[in-house]
């Protein structure tokens, strides 16, 4: 059975860079979102809490509830979270309406715009914001923004950055006038925190807890990919050279060989390569997944019982010209997760 194999020991060691950095792990926070990137949230839920991580962010209440008892804060970034969701799941707020309808007793964060235009309430807002939370009494755990330019970097960073200090004091400010308790606030993501030393409460680390950053920044962090991605042989077949493999039997056999068919396929969230495909996809050992490939298998010119299509992901990434993001978060919620 196809395996997606995590390395602990690389995750340990990814956590303890970041912490590095930040001079204390109190003030990691680690996105669990779209099924951890693609990792399996209730494995790396679980590796998390192994590690100390106390606040965890998630993509809603559905994957926040599969993992309620792990964490002392889940913030769920989209949707609204039920009544009689537990209390350290938080919901966030991106509108001055979702405000005025909230539960009071819900935790929640409130989002502000700092300049990437895409969620929550403009600055310009604020006032209005917080006369509405002190009059409902409602439970604000934390503000917080998103900087669209950390991996980037330049002066559309060091914009928002601006904004994020903004916000923050007059964050700091209406609470006093209100009399409310501080929130936290966190405005960093993984490439912004290795460009900065981060005075947030907490930062939100992402693709780096998995191993990877997409900035190129000067001493980047030895960060280790924790996931290689395995499946194990079907069958073989000892094919003469002419013979075709395949729907529409597209790839001609060059020579006389051996090919064998292993578990996975585009049914398992990997890109599809056909025909049109442009060069060669390699595995991690340098053998080529042959197209068409199938919903549920591909095809290469092997015979070993196992074989590994990555170990690093950026590889695949470059070749479709993507992002590492988008080549795990596709991957299957149903290929099996094994910690190692």
């Known amino acids: 059975m196809a395996e997606l194999l995590i390395n602990s020991q690389a995750f340990k060691h990814n956590l303890n860079l970041i912490s590095t950095h930040l001079k204390s792990q109190k003030n990691l926070a680690l996105v669990l979102k779209d099924n951890a990137y693609g990792h399996g949230l209730k494995e790396m839920a679980g590796?998390?809490?192994?590690?100390?991580?106390?606040?965890?962010?998630?993509?809603?209440?559905?994957?926040?509830?599969?993992?309620?008892?792990?964490?002392?804060?889940?913030?769920?970034?989209?949707?609204?979270?039920?009544?009689?969701?537990?209390?350290?799941?938080?919901?966030?707020?991106?509108?001055?309406?979702t405000?005025?309808?909230?539960?009071?007793?819900?935790?929640?964060?409130?989002?502000?715009?700092?300049?990437?235009?895409?969620?929550?309430?403009?600055?310009?807002?604020?006032?209005?914001?917080?006369?509405?939370?002190?009059?409902?009494?409602?439970?604000?755990?934390?503000?917080?923004?998103?900087?669209?330019?950390?991996?980037?970097?330049?002066?559309?960073?060091?914009?928002?950055?601006?904004?994020?200090?903004?916000?923050?004091?007059?964050?700091?400010?209406?609470?006093?006038?209100?009399?409310?308790?501080?929130?936290?606030?966190?405005?960093?993501?993984?490439s912004g925190?290795?460009?900065?030393?981060?005075?947030?409460?907490?930062?939100r680390i992402g693709l780096a807890g998995y191993g990877y950053l997409c900035a190129e920044i000067d001493n980047p962090p030895p960060l280790k990919p924790i996931a290689s991605l395995w499946a194990d042989r079907i069958c073989s077949h000892t094919l003469k050279k002419g013979e075709k493999i395949g729907y529409g039997g597209v790839w001609q056999m060059q020579e006389d060989r051996v090919v064998s068919s292993y578990d996975l396929g585009y049914g398992d969230g990997l890109f599809r390569i056909h025909e049109h495909t442009h060069g060669k996809l390699l595995c991690d050992e340098g053998e080529q997944i042959l197209p068409r490939m199938s919903m549920d298998c591909?095809?290469?010119?092997?015979?070993?019982?196992?074989?590994?299509?990555?170990r690093d992901v950026r590889g695949w990434a470059r070749f479709f010209d993507t992002i590492p993001y988008e080549i795990l978060t596709k991957l299957s919620p149903f290929i099996k997760k094994r910690v190692l």
Not at 162 to 186: A, D, G
Not at 193 to 203: A, G, K, L
Not at 298 to 310: G, H
């Open 47 to 97: 590796l998390a809490r192994e590690n100390g991580i106390e606040s965890v962010f998630v993509k809603n209440e559905f994957e926040a509830l599969q993992i309620c008892h792990y964490f002392k804060h889940i913030t769920a970034f989209y949707g609204e979270v039920s009544q009689d969701a537990p209390s350290n799941i938080y919901q966030c707020v991106q509108t001055l309406d």
């Open 193 to 203: 925190t290795f460009r900065q030393e981060s005075c947030n409460d907490i930062v």
């Open 99 to 190: 405000l005025g309808s909230i539960t009071p007793t819900r935790g929640f964060e409130l989002e502000v715009n700092c300049g990437m235009n895409r969620n929550g309430i403009s600055v310009d807002c604020l006032k209005d914001a917080f006369t509405i939370i002190a009059k409902r009494k409602l439970n604000l755990i934390g503000v917080f923004t998103h900087n669209g330019f950390g991996d980037e970097g330049g002066e559309d960073l060091k914009r928002q950055e601006s904004n994020s200090e903004r916000i923050r004091q007059e964050v700091v400010s209406l609470c006093t006038s209100h009399n409310l308790p501080l929130p936290r606030f966190h405005a960093s993501n993984s």
């Open 298 to 310: 591909f095809s290469t010119l092997s015979e070993k019982e196992r074989i590994c299509l990555f």
